[in-house]
């Protein structure tokens, strides 16, 4: 009967064995990178939804294929992805406007070629009293998302109701329930919370204020790889190919840069 009994165990482990494991990711900023070393290990911004799937990751793949060089997307939200580029476990990062890489202790470097500019604007819920200016701000509890330490600087002459947000899981909730009056975050960030609130009856406005270009951003180790990177993005948007990855998702073409 023993002998039957650990016949039995050596055959369920020998089936446990032959499975195939499942891709690991990376779940804090002290684990090691993949072992596929041949590609680089991009951070792709979770907290960005859509844009970052259907959007960033197939125009990333095409730069890289062009530039002669290989990409692996590795999901984290954004800010995490910061750290983890700064501490040299990821190789890049989807994209960083030049304000970011000043608070990255010059562990990172920007290709030099935008690759978007990104609307930075007002949205507010219909009905509020407001007329869409930095003016307008006055005496109104505005949410500011995190990284965008910049206008958050801006926006303290005209409000000192400013809270910072890590990301978009409840701003929908606290524009409803009237707890912020304006957000101030990217274009991507409106067509999300529209298409939530849109879905409860809720109409929101938004209004651009600021264009900020976006930049591709490296490990200061992968320096040498910037200008082919560069050459791969113009050539991509000389030739409209990079305007056929973009669904109008706040998203505007780059000009050339010398």
């Given at each position: ?11 369920m ?11 690991q ?12 070393k041949?590609?680089?290990?991009v951070g792709?911004?979770?907290d ?9 990751i197939?125009i ?5 294929s062009?530039?002669g ?9 954004s ?9 040299g476990?990821?190789?890049a990062?989807m994209v960083?406007?030049?304000?970011a ?11 030099p070629q935008?690759m978007?500019?990104v ?5 507010w819920?219909d009905g ?5 200016t930095?003016?307008?701000?006055k005496g109104k509890s505005?949410?500011i998302?995190?990284?965008?330490s910049?206008?958050?600087q801006?926006l ?6 400013i ?5 978009l899981n409840s ?9 912020i009056d304006v957000?101030?975050s ?10 939530k ?5 809720i109409?929101?406005h938004?209004?651009v ?14 320096a040498?790889?910037t200008k082919r990177l560069?050459a791969?993005l113009?050539?991509?948007?000389t030739?409209?190919e990079?305007?056929?990855f ?11 840069e010398?």
């Amino acid at each position: 009967m023993l002998q039957i009994r650990s016949f039995f165990i050596l055959c369920m482990l020998l089936v446990v064995a032959s499975r195939p494991a499942f891709p690991q990711i990376p779940s804090s900023d002290t684990e090691t990178k993949a072992s596929n070393k041949a590609c680089l290990h991009v951070g792709i911004f979770s907290d960005f939804g859509k844009v970052a799937t259907s959007v960033a990751i197939p125009i990333l793949e095409r730069m890289y294929s062009l530039a002669g060089l290989c990409m692996k997307p590795v999901y984290m939200p954004s800010n995490r992805s910061m750290r983890q580029l700064m501490s040299g476990v990821l190789d890049a990062e989807m994209v960083r406007a030049p304000a970011a890489i000043v608070h990255m202790n010059k562990q990172a470097v920007l290709v030099p070629q935008a690759m978007v500019n990104v609307s930075i604007q007002f949205t507010w819920v219909d009905g509020l009293d407001f007329d869409g200016t930095l003016k307008g701000l006055k005496g109104k509890s505005v949410g500011i998302l995190s990284g965008m330490s910049t206008q958050r600087q801006q926006l303290a002459h005209y409000t000192d109701k400013i809270t910072q947000l890590q990301n978009l899981n409840s701003v929908g909730d606290l524009l409803e329930r009237g707890r912020i009056d304006v957000l101030i975050s990217g274009g991507m960030a409106y067509f999300r919370l529209r298409d939530k609130l849109a879905a409860k009856g809720i109409q929101l406005h938004a209004k651009v204020f600021l264009q900020v270009p976006a930049y591709h951003a490296l490990h200061v180790r992968h320096a040498d790889k910037t200008k082919r990177l560069a050459a791969a993005l113009k050539a991509m948007i000389t030739n409209g190919e990079f305007a056929k990855f973009n669904p109008k998702l706040g998203l505007l073409p780059a000009a050339i840069e010398p």
